[in-house]
C-alpha cells in the first residue's frame, strides 16, 4: 500500500494550491479527484477579479493551475474515495477508493460543493431537454433562443450575461426584492438590458419532449404566470459535500459545511479542510488562500 506524508481530496482551485504548496515543502503528496481537475469551477465562464487577470475563464485558470501542482505531487483523476479509516500508527489514515487504498499522515479535505436543485415538478423530467445547470456546458445550443436564469447571486448573473453574449435572449427568476451578487455584476446586467423578474419563484417547469414554457408564483401576491421559454438554467447556490468529513466526525455547522480554525484544522487532529466545503465565502481566491494555509500548517505539525 502506497504512503504518503498528505492527501489532498479534491482538485479543485483550493486542492491545487494546496497541492502547488505542499509540493514545494518536500513532502510526498497525493491529490485526488474523482472527477476532472477543476469540478465546478470548470464551468465558470469568465472572472473578472481574480487577481493578475482581467479576464480568464474557470478552464483555462484550472489548467494553469495543474500544470504547476503536478510538477510536485501525483495526481489521480477520475478517483472516487469511498471511505477514510483512522488509526493510531504514524501513518494514521487509510483512504480507499474505488480503485485503490492508501495511507498518510494528515488529510486536506478540499471537497467542495455540488449545484442546488430546484426541486419542482418538471425538473427532474427535462434534465438535459432544456433544463440545465451549467452555462458553458450547454449555452452554445441556446444562441438566439429564450431562456430563463433561476438565481440571483454573482453565479446566475455571470451566467446571464456570459448566455446573453452568445446571442440568447435571457430572463433571470430571483426569489428577492434585490440580487446578492456584486455591485459589478448587476451595473452589467443592466447595461446589458438583460430582463429580471424580482420576488419570484418557479413552481413548474413544463413541456412535451423538450421545455416549453415555466410556471411562476409572485412571492407577494401569489399570482402565477406562464413564461414560454426555451430553456432553464439553474444556479441557486451550492450543497457541501461532507460525506468523508462525517466518516471521520469533523465538526459542521448548523448549515452542513466544515468549521475550522484559522490555520484551516478541523476538530480531528491531522484534518483540515478548505474551500466551499467550509465555512466563509464562496471564491475562488478566498479557497486558494486557504489550500496555501493548510498545506503550510500540515506542514509545520508533521515537523513538530
Known sequence: MEKYDIIIIGAGPGGLTAGIYAGRQ?????????????????????????????NISGLELIEKMKAQ????????????????????????????????????????????????QLNVKGEDEFKG????????????????????????GNSALQEAIYLKNLGANVTIIHRGD????????KDQIKESGINFILNAVVEEIKGDILVESVTIKDTQTGALMNLPTNGIFVSVGYIPHTELAEQLDVQLNETGHILTDKNQKTNIDYVYAIGDVCVGLKQWVVACGEGAVAATSVFLDLQN
Open 178 to 185: 434585490e440580487f446578492r451578487a456584486q455591485k459589478q455584476l
Open 69 to 116: 501542482a503536478i510538477k510536485n505531487n501525483e495526481l489521480h483523476e477520475m478517483e472516487n474515495v469511498e471511505e477514510i479509516t483512522k488509526d493510531d500508527s504514524e501513518y494514521r489514515f487509510t483512504v480507499k477508493t474505488d480503485k485503490d487504498q492508501y495511507q498518510t499522515k494528515s488529510i486536506i479535505l478540499a471537497t467542495g460543493s455540488s449545484r442546488k
Open 129 to 152: 431537454k432544456g433544463v440545465s445547470y451549467c452555462a458553458t456546458c450547454d449555452g452554445f445550443f441556446f444562441a438566439g433562443r429564450d431562456i430563463i436564469i433561476v438565481g440571483g
Open 26 to 54: 518536500g513532502t510526498k503528496n497525493l491529490i485526488i479527484d474523482k472527477d476532472m481537475a477543476g469540478g465546478i469551477g470548470r464551468e465558470v465562464p469568465e472572472m473578472e477579479n481574480y487577481p493578475g487577470f482581467d
